[in-house]
Structures are given as structure tokens and as C-alpha cells.
């Protein structure tokens, strides 16, 4: 497991630093003022404020009221790359959702506590071999979007630079 922390302390400190080596966690290091490395972070927190702000009141002081909501709402929603909810992803099954309790759902009993855990093991492999597959298959589609859009850039021979007296000049290269 990659844990990418921020530069805070509370995760600079030895305990977290030993924690994480006794639970084999590799930490990264982020260095600040490069947003591409929380991009992911950014993306959702930019989505939750897209969200919220369609419910929250003028004055914003009920946004907190209205997030667990949204983030059940997020959870139990089918992503578009991998075609599974968060919700699948993690607990190996979809969220009970109060429509489940009015209109029905069928019960999943376990018959032992042994044969569930073997079922959410092979669940939860099969799940995520799916997601890397259905991510995969993304991440070449987006390339090759990438690439068509792409042009070549050709050059000319010529070099435009300024002398010494500041004037603009012209020199052709050689080849």
C-alpha cells in the first residue's frame, strides 16, 4: 500500500513513520507548491464543492449538514472508468440504501462467518481485476484521444536571436 501524505507534522512524526513500516505502508513525500501530485484529491474536492453548492443556503453556513448526504450519494453512484461504486470497490458489495428497506432486497446471509470472509476475498479479487482492466482500457482510449489531437511540430532552419546591440537577427543553421 502508497500512502501520499501532505507535508503536515502529524505525519512527519516517528510514531506515524514506525506505524507505517509495521504495517508495510510505503509513504511518498510531496513536495509543495506541485498541484499535479493531488490531483485526484483536487478533482474530488472540486466535484463535493460542485455538489454542496447546489443545496447549501446563501449565507453557507449548513454545507456540513448537507455532506453526508452527497457522500452517500457519491458513494453508491456507478463511476464512469470502472463501472463499479466506490462502495463495490471497497466493502466487496452495494450500499443498503432506504429504498432497499421500502421496496425490498434480497438478504445476503452468510452462513458462517469462515465462508463470508472467503466470498468477500474472491469478491473483492474479482472486483478489482475488473477496475484495472476497465482503467486500463480508459487510460489507452484517453492516449489515443490524446494523440489524434497532437500535432507535429515541423521547424524552420533558421534561428531568430538578438545581438549584442539588440537587434534581431536571422541566421540559418546548418545541418
Not at 114 to 143: D, P
Not at 146 to 160: C, I, L, N, P, Q
Request: charged share 25%; with cysteine; hydrophobic share 35%.
Amino acid at each position: 500500500m502508497i500512502l501520499h501524505p501532505d507535508q503536515s507534522t502529524n505525519f512527519k512524526s516517528a510514531l506515524f513513520t514506525e506505524l507505517c513500516k509495521f504495517l508495510g505502508i510505503l509513504k511518498t513525500r510531496k513536495t509543495a507548491l506541485h498541484p499535479e501530485f493531488d490531483g485526484m484529491v483536487k478533482r474530488f474536492n472540486q466535484t463535493i464543492l460542485n455538489h454542496l453548492s447546489l443545496f447549501v443556503s446563501r449565507n453557507q453556513t449548513d454545507w456540513d449538514t448537507h455532506l453526508p448526504l452527497f457522500l452517500l450519494a457519491y458513494r453508491s453512484t456507478e463511476q464512469e472508468v470502472t463501472g463499479l461504486t466506490p462502495a463495490e470497490m471497497l466493502f466487496g458489495q452495494t450500499l443498503r440504501l432506504p429504498c432497499d428497506i421500502l421496496f425490498g432486497r434480497p438478504s445476503e446471509t452468510p452462513s458462517s462467518p469462515n465462508k463470508y470472509m472467503k466470498n468477500l476475498e474472491a469478491r473483492l479479487e474479482s472486483i478489482h481485476a475488473f477496475a484495472r482492466e476497465r482503467i486500463k482500457l480508459a487510460s489507452e482510449q484517453m492516449k489515443t484521444r490524446y494523440e489524434s489531437r497532437a500535432t507535429d511540430h515541423h521547424f524552420k532552419d533558421r534561428v531568430h536571436f538578438k545581438d549584442y546591440q539588440g537587434l534581431l537577427r536571422t541566421k540559418k543553421t546548418k545541418k
